[in-house]
């Protein structure tokens, strides 16, 4: 079974543009959340979809933002990028969103580099 | 509430040491916890978890951790260090609050294996 995969897994990007980045999460699962890992704030929850509803937001300003579609595949977007957001972008997946017993499976990641 | 705390951002140790990981939280409900690896350039990889039941938890590559809530404290441990285990470490801790069970993660601690 493939694993969760990310796209692209580098991306540079100047201040003021914005962003979308991919997921794809196992077959089956109907989960999936987002994570920004950077070496100053560590490992931060965005935000999590389950069955095309967001179920959960983490403490970000509105220019992060998602969605995810039908077959459970996610977006993420940031708009009018600032230099902080340079970042590990992590996507996990579950086959629910029924708490701790369910297992996230994570994806490799993409690296946002804002110049 | 919930937060994490990883003592030691970096640990050293010999190959074929013991490896002790530790790894203290802070929950108001009763919590979840879990003991993530990262290699360079990947996602997360659930090492181990307790939900319920038996506080000694095993894991795999021969990792395992004990929950003891009188200490607060979750520490990953393993009898003998290979130098495949060099990677960072992420303790996280989760607990049912309004429905959510979004994890708090630790700043991570960055396991060093020497020969």
């Given amino acids: 079974k493939a694993g969760v995969t990310q796209t692209p897994r580098y991306l540079i990007k100047t201040r003021g543009q914005q962003v979308t980045l991919s997921c794809s999460p196992i077959s089956g699962h109907r989960s999936v959340s987002w994570y920004q890992q950077t070496p100053g704030q560590g490992l931060q929850f965005l935000f999590e979809y389950f069955s095309e509803t967001q179920r959960n937001k983490g403490n970000f300003p509105g220019r992060f933002s998602g969605r995810q579609f039908s077959n459970s595949r996610s977006e993420m977007n940031v708009s009018t990028l600032e230099l902080g957001d340079s970042a590990l972008y992590l996507c996990a997946s579950s086959k629910t969103s029924g708490g701790p017993r369910d297992t996230q499976y994570f994806g490799p990641g993409t690296r946002l580099t804002v110049l | ?115």
């Fill in chain 2, 1 to 115: 509430a919930q937060s994490v705390t990883q003592l030691g951002s970096h640990v050293s140790v010999s190959e074929g040491a013991l490896v002790l990981l530790r790894c203290n939280y802070s929950s108001s409900v009763p919590p979840y916890l879990f003991w993530y690896v990262q290699y360079p350039n990947q996602g997360l990889q659930l090492l181990l978890k307790y939900t319920t039941g038996a506080t000694l938890v095993k894991g795999i590559n021969g990792f395992e951790a004990e929950f003891k809530k009188s200490e607060t404290s979750f520490h990953l441990t393993k009898p003998s260090a290979h130098m495949s285990d060099a990677a960072e470490y992420f303790c996280a801790v989760s607990g049912a609050s309004g429905g959510s069970y979004i994890p708090t993660f630790g700043r991570g601690t960055s396991l060093i294996v020497h020969p």
